[in-house]
């Protein structure tokens, strides 16, 4: 359980410049002769905020290959739309053959693809399918949103981000996983269980815009004109959350406090980062990041 967490911030005239300003905050060398998954936001084809703009995921990529890991892979399983064309449609298999690095798309692999997930005290009825090619990477490189979610997650950052590594359905097994993740009254803890078995050794979060209310697909948009890295996902989905409270946004993710948001207290409960407001520090990368910092730093301390 991590005792503190850093959440560099940008701010975001330019995007890429933005991008390879808080990816400088950290050492990618880690990365060199290792196997790294990328998972992006692809859950529809709809355009930014909605999915993952195509120059933060150039960017986010062309670092990581400069690093020269074994293998590069993007894995992604769309939720409204079949994967593939998603992907096509999103340019993401143009830039794969442009940069090099394969995609890993949910919706075909077979039963070896897939690694079984049971364990004691999960919300889920029979567990759960997650990616191989995340679970067995050496290290995961996570980008995605800053989106409310209007079908019972209530806000889609990182955690929830990794519902995409997660099987709709496997062959030879007779059960809709996605059927039961989004009719669950526990629907936000069984977010946060996921998140348990797999590893997020960096989150880059792109607030440039994002979704005040509905989402995750198109909703009220806001422009909070930063971004946002670190590699704590329950840090990241809290700042994530700040922000969005910051303008004003729905009931289910503005009232209370934002780590008795179930997706958070459950990921907290669990480990998989840190387990209050105060074991935050945001530091700001330039001047135009220190306005979005105080103002989240504003909604973190009326968490306490």
């Known amino acids: 359980m991590a005792d503190h967490a850093e959440v560099f911030i940008a701010g975001a005239p330019d995007r890429r410049e933005a991008v390879r300003t808080v990816l400088g905050g950290f050492d990618l060398s880690v990365l060199a002769g290792s196997t790294v998954a990328v998972k992006a936001n692809f859950n529809s084809a709809d355009p930014f905020p909605a999915s993952t703009h195509p120059e933060t995921l150039e960017e986010i990529c062309s670092a990581i ?23 096509d449609k999103c340019g993401v298999l143009a830039l794969s053959r442009d940069l090099g690095f394969s995609v890993a798309v949910l919706d075909e692999i077979d039963r070896t693809g897939w690694q079984e997930i049971e364990a ?30 209007r ?45 348990r078995f797999f ?57 209370g406090r934002i780590f008795g948001l179930e997706q958070i207290a459950r990921a907290a409960e669990l ?8 074991a935050i520090r945001l530091v700001p990368l330039d001047d135009a ?9 504003e909604q973190l301390d009326m968490d306490r």
């Open 65 to 87: 290959l400069a690093e020269g890991p074994v293998r590069l892979t993007l894995v992604e399983r769309s939720g409204m739309g079949n994967s593939r064309d998603v992907l």
């Open 120 to 149: 004691p005290g999960l919300h889920w009825s029979r567990g759960f399918f997650l990616a191989s090619a995340i679970v067995r990477a050496d290290h995961v490189v996570q980008t995605c949103c800053l989106k409310t979610h």
């Open 151 to 195: 079908y019972g997650g209530h806000f889609t950052i990182s955690l929830k981000n990794g519902v995409g590594c997660v099987a709709k359905t496997v062959p030879g097994v007779n059960f809709d996983f996605m059927h039961e993740l989004h009719n669950s009254p526990h629907q936000r803890q069984m977010i946060a269980e996921i998140n």
């Open 199 to 255: 590893r997020t050794d960096l989150i880059v979060l792109d607030a440039t815009e994002g979704f005040a209310s509905g989402g995750p697909d198109k909703g009220k948009l806001i422009r909070p004109g930063v971004v946002l890295a670190g590699n704590d996902r329950v840090a990241i989905d809290a700042v994530g959350v700040a922000l969005l409270r910051s303008f004003g946004t729905v009931p289910d993710v503005a009232d």
């Open 271 to 278: 480990g998989i980062g840190v387990t209050s407001a105060d």
């Open 289 to 297: 990041a220190g306005e979005s910092a105080r103002k989240i730093q």
